[in-house]
């Protein structure tokens, strides 16, 4: 068990009192940090879902386009072997041989085979652009909304980083203003084992135990924290002991 200092009195509770307050302010700071640090990424999943939704409906719509490009070709196919049949049917009262007339009748039923077949292909692609521009103004209007609700949840949380980002230069002024009053020898042990520790430096005994590693200590050590007349460090873990309060059993 290291004693961190002899110092007695009004002094030593002042000086407990203050390295608990800092190591609240510390405590703040750091939820505000990890808070600060982690609303630029949830503001960008949200951005990463706008464009997620404007990219299904600019799928749809290319969806939607190409079936209309689709039947636009199938119409000028139909057009042109329309025109190509009716040629081939003028022919019909020249033909002089059966040869010629027997070739001729199978270029027109092919003719017709295929005009069958651009026609179904056509009602088929009209079915599907009627569907498509029904979807994709259900698309658009689910786009709409939800990117209305994320666009509002990102200013929120741009108003939060700002938010924030005040209260912790409030937070690392008052810190300053408290470090100020710390015996600088007190100060540079509480930073070392802050640096250590990342989390508590002053820890509560509680029961006898050290409540940072639940390191038991001798009865005598824990009376002379219950006085409260000097500080230790807890030879489990390296914090800073105090005593827990009234009512609780120091010594076992």
């Not at 033909?95 to 009602?123: C, F, H, P």
């Not at 540079?188 to 509680?206: A, M």
Request: a negative charge; glycine letters at 6%; proline letters at 2%.
């Amino acid at each position: 068990m290291v004693v961190f200092s002899t110092i007695e009195g009004e002094f030593l509770r002042e000086q407990l009192e203050l390295l608990l307050r800092l190591q609240e302010i510390d405590s703040a700071l750091s939820d505000l940090q990890w808070e600060t640090e982690d609303l630029p990424r949830q503001i960008a999943d949200l951005e990463q879902q706008v464009e997620t939704t404007d990219a299904a409906v600019k799928e749809q719509e290319i969806a939607l386009e190409t079936a209309k490009k689709d039947r636009r070709k199938f119409e000028s196919d139909l057009e042109d072997t329309s025109t190509k049949l009716a040629d081939l049917k003028s022919k019909q009262v020249v033909i002089k041989t059966n040869e010629e007339y027997a070739a001729l009748q199978t270029e027109i039923g092919y003719a017709e085979s295929t005009i069958s077949q651009i026609e179904d292909s056509i009602l088929v692609l009209l079915e599907q652009i009627e569907g498509a521009s029904v979807d994709m103004e259900v698309v658009r209007q689910s786009a709409a909304d939800s990117r209305g609700v994320i666009e509002k949840k990102i200013a929120e949380f741009q108003h939060e980083m700002v938010r924030q980002t005040e209260a912790l230069t409030i937070k690392r002024d008052e810190r300053v203003r408290v470090a100020m009053n710390v015996d600088e020898r007190m100060l540079e042990r509480y930073e070392r084992i802050l640096e250590s520790k990342g989390d508590q430096v002053l820890v509560p005994l509680i029961d006898g135990l050290c409540t940072g590693c639940y390191k038991k200590l001798p009865p005598q050590q824990a009376i002379e924290i219950r006085r409260s007349d000097r500080f230790f460090e807890c030879e489990g873990c390296g914090r800073i002991l105090y005593w827990g309060g009234e009512g609780q059993d120091g010594e076992e």
